[in-house]
């Protein structure tokens, strides 16, 4: 039973372009939600966070949109470049529910030059 | 700080034998997590420590599974016997707090034959 959703297992951009990628969660009782980067051959690493009381948290070229009513977050990478080609996986947690992160099955994200 | 460090970083091990993973967390963090990292499931909890007590382990695929912490700075998790399924890229993160900003080690590329 996946709580955190990514439906789309890879995403191929043009350098420049926007990458939008996207995530549902199922469980209620998330209140932070988070972005991480891999690498090949790394650990993942956080990009960028966002809270349940925000709708929006901007960190230069990336932006992180919530939409509570549909259980719905996006990252948004605005403009793309070749360095941002990695797997992009994101995780909830639940501060009420004590609960740790939960991840997707991520989405490997391909910015052609 | 040299962050979270696992090893070794490649293991090659036959059917039925033992493997012990290592993780060494960041100094001063409260927590300590094992994920796994497989193309159908993506990353998924295993167990996870709060000052060296495993809180839950309900993420242990099974008994041939262990994980300890003997202390604040060294953790392991045995698999006794492998099995091919096994196969799979094995991450080890701590953190001083269960939600959010975790650290994630390179990984332990774990391929049984």
């Known amino acids: 039973d996946q709580q955190v959703k990514q439906n789309s297992p890879s995403l191929s951009v043009q350098e420049g372009r926007i990458s939008i990628l996207n995530c549902d969660y199922t469980n209620s009782m998330f209140d932070y939600f988070l972005w991480y980067k891999k690498y090949p051959a790394e650990g993942p690493t956080f990009l960028i966070s966002?809270?349940?009381?925000?709708d929006k948290n901007e960190d230069g070229r990336f932006t992180v949109f919530l939409n509570k009513s549909a259980k719905h977050l996006s990252l948004h990478i605005v403009p793309s470049q070749p360095g941002d080609s990695a797997v992009y996986f994101c995780a909830a947690s639940s501060n009420s529910g004590n609960t740790p992160l939960v991840f997707g099955k991520g989405t490997r994200l391909s910015v052609i030059a | 700080d040299a962050g979270v460090i696992q090893s070794p970083r490649h293991e090659v091990t036959e059917m039925g034998q033992e493997v012990t993973l290592r993780c060494k967390p960041i100094?001063?963090?409260?927590?300590l997590f094992w994920y796994r990292q497989t193309m159908m499931r993506g990353l998924e909890l295993l167990i996870y420590?709060?000052?060296?007590?495993?809180?839950?382990d309900s993420g242990m695929p099974e008994d041939r599974f262990s994980a300890k912490m003997p202390n604040a700075s060294f953790s392991t998790l045995k698999i006794q016997p492998s099995e091919p399924r096994d196969s799979a890229v094995y991450f080890c993160a701590s953190s001083a707090d269960l939600y959010y900003g975790y650290t994630f080690g390179s990984g332990t590329r774990l391929t049984v034959v």
């Open positions: 420590f709060n000052n060296n007590v495993p809180i839950d």
């Open positions: 100094s001063g963090h409260d927590y």
């Open positions: 966002i809270s349940s009381i925000k």
